[in-house]
């Protein structure tokens, strides 16, 4: 089969991820992977995002299938369902939505940075040899350790679920993916 560019959109996962370890504010590109997949769901009403260009879903794709890193068994099917899915989607966007509160605080001065990423909501790693100061005000620092945390938690649970079931199991649950659907309904419902 002819490979396309898309193909190797998983190369820009991995350097995203790569990046902000090294320098958090390259965190800030990962918004890339925020709008677009909407803004394909909401003009062309599908998933192509999902489909053909998402790096992440591209990258355990490889890691699972052709590396043979997958158990490739069946996701159970509560993983699966309409309840968990867009119960995990209001999580995530709990999260999110509390990232940008801690951004609000820093920005406002009532905070002041942190220089941590928060593995799965809970673990607080020091990431300070990341930011090394900018021309910008704190707070634009501060949003990219939120936003990275995210990237890279759901990169975490995306390589677990990959690891126990088939390769691109995140693809199931996915808050973004999630998000899609529900735009590719409400703009296909209307036709």
Do not use: E
């Amino acid at each position: 089969m002819k490979k396309h560019w898309y193909d190797y959109m998983w190369i820009l996962s991995l350097t995203y991820l790569i990046l902000g370890f090294f320098n958090i504010m390259f965190a800030w590109l990962g918004l890339l992977c925020f709008f677009i997949p909407l803004i394909i769901a909401l003009v062309q009403g599908n998933k192509g995002y999902c489909n053909r260009y998402c790096g992440r879903g591209q990258l355990f794709g490889l890691l699972g299938g052709r590396l043979g890193l997958s158990r490739k068994k069946d996701i159970p099917g509560w993983m699966k369902s309409r309840a968990f899915r867009y119960g995990f989607l209001v999580f995530f966007l709990i999260m999110f939505c509390q990232m940008l509160w801690n951004t609000v605080l820093v920005f406002t001065g009532a905070s002041d940075l942190k220089q941590v990423v928060t593995l799965l909501w809970i673990f607080k790693l020091p990431w300070h040899w990341a930011y090394h100061g900018t021309l910008f005000h704190p707070g634009t620092a501060q949003f990219a350790f939120g936003f990275y945390s995210v990237m890279l938690t759901s990169t975490i649970l995306g390589l677990i679920t990959m690891v126990l079931f088939k390769p691109r199991s995140w693809c199931v649950y996915c808050p973004m993916g999630t998000m899609t659907q529900l735009i590719c309904k409400g703009k296909n419902g209307k036709k």
